[in-house]
């Protein structure tokens, strides 16, 4: 076998300006600058539906034993909800690997109340940037707390006094969880993205995906106890694409 022969010096250097481009090109690509909008005249979409594959683990109701005036005597939990249909409500669905589309839509305010001792929407999904509005309805003490790794997480007491607290969440993250310390069975979910393709399912389990530029993709069906999902879709020139996606526990 032959020696490899000794790279250059030259080699050794232009091998170094190599590696420290693709540093720079790393860090500047992180994924709030990666995104690209172009024109999306010939988009199709996606549409479809995630069910439940089997039967549904049965959901015993949890009984409230504190703010029973406000909370009501019991609740159903959150966590999973399947419709008679096997339909799976509050899944977040996503294009995971989509670089160019349709514009982003601009941060935004957005309300995620705690009303009846429950969360308002249970999945909340926002472009990155987004400013939460954390409202208290209830009027009796519910404390937020927000599990992050890429943001900031925080844990605010809110009583009666602070009907509202603002939170701007600046980088894409998900799944982020939010719980409740004084009520154990309040929990939700943000989603902080930064591509505009993304959904989260309806009681039904139905989804829809518009604007996306013909070429093929990973569509991810993520659910908080059911895990992720995933499967290549290859989208043609003005075609809805339909999908069905089973889930279950594993
Ligand atoms: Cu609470």
């Known amino acids: 076998m032959a020696a490899r022969p000794a790279a250059s010096q030259s080699q050794v250097r232009s091998l170094a300006a190599v590696a420290a481009a693709v540093c720079v090109l790393a860090a500047g690509a992180g994924p709030a600058g990666a995104y690209q909008t172009i024109d999306v005249a010939d988009a199709g979409s996606i549409a479809g539906r995630v069910r439940y594959e089997g039967d549904p683990p049965p959901s015993a109701a949890i009984v409230v034993t504190i703010d029973r005036d406000v909370c009501g005597e019991q609740k159903t939990p959150s966590t999973l909800l399947v419709g008679p249909d096997r339909g799976i409500a509050n899944v977040v669905v996503r294009l995971a690997d989509v670089v160019k589309g349709k514009a982003l839509p601009a941060p935004a305010a957005v309300t995620f109340d705690q009303k009846g001792c429950e969360y308002t929407p249970h999945v909340l999904l926002f472009p990155a940037g987004s400013t939460v509005r954390i409202q208290n309805s209830d009027g009796i003490l519910h404390n937020t707390q927000v599990n992050a790794e890429r943001n900031r997480g925080f844990n605010v007491a809110q009583p009666k006094s602070r009907r509202v607290v603002e939170k701007k969440i600046m980088e894409p993250e998900m799944p982020i969880r939010v719980q409740c310390d004084v009520h154990r069975w309040m929990r939700a979910v943000w989603v902080a993205e930064d591509h505009p ?49 089973e889930m279950a526990k594993r």
């Open 197 to 245: 393709y993304y959904a989260v399912t309806d009681a039904h389990g139905s989804f829809v995906l518009d604007d996306v530029p013909p070429g093929t993709y990973r569509l991810e069906v993520w659910h908080e106890t059911l895990g992720t999902r995933a499967q290549p879709v290859t989208v043609q020139p003005h075609q809805r694409v339909v999908v069905t996606l």
